[in-house]
Every structure is written in C-alpha cells, then in structure tokens.
C-alpha cells in the first residue's frame, strides 16, 4: 500500500512526504484515509488535511477526510 511504501521514514519527514505526494499527484479517498495514520499528533493532520481535500478524485467523499 502506499504507506508501506515510506515506512521507513521519520515522523516529519512522512508528513512532509504526504504533503509532496498531494501536491503532484490525484489520489483516492482510500488513499487519503491510509495516508493519515502517519498523523500521530493533531497539528500534523491540520497539516495534511488541506492538501489532501484537494487532490482527492472521489468528489463525493472529498470532505469526509476532515472528519
């Protein structure tokens, strides 16, 4: 999956590798949903979210990321 993928990876780092991957590239909301577990603190997944609510393809489950 595509965590696994950056497993290895430092907390900040992972955050910072989510924000990247968001920017550049269309994901799925099953993507976004895996991509936030890496956000153990919540100023990290305030962080995340924005660019993650962007780059989702599934409209109608855009929003529930924020949840």
């Known amino acids: 999956m595509l965590i696994e993928r950056y497993k290895d990876e430092d907390q900040a780092n992972m955050v910072?590798?989510?924000v990247n991957l968001?920017?550049?590239h269309a994901i799925?909301?099953?993507q976004?949903?895996?991509s936030l577990?890496?956000?153990k603190y919540q100023?990290?997944?305030a962080r995340v979210v924005?660019?993650?609510i962007n780059?989702?393809?599934d409209r109608h489950l855009r929003f529930a990321v924020a949840a």
Request: hydrophobic share 40%; charged share 20%.
């Open 16 to 18: 910072e590798l989510i």
């Open 22 to 24: 968001a920017r550049e």
């Open 28 to 30: 799925w909301f099953s």
């Open 32 to 34: 976004a949903h895996e």
């Open 37 to 39: 577990y890496v956000c």
């Open 43 to 45: 100023e990290q997944y």
């Open 50 to 52: 924005p660019y993650l």
């Open 55 to 57: 780059s989702i393809q």
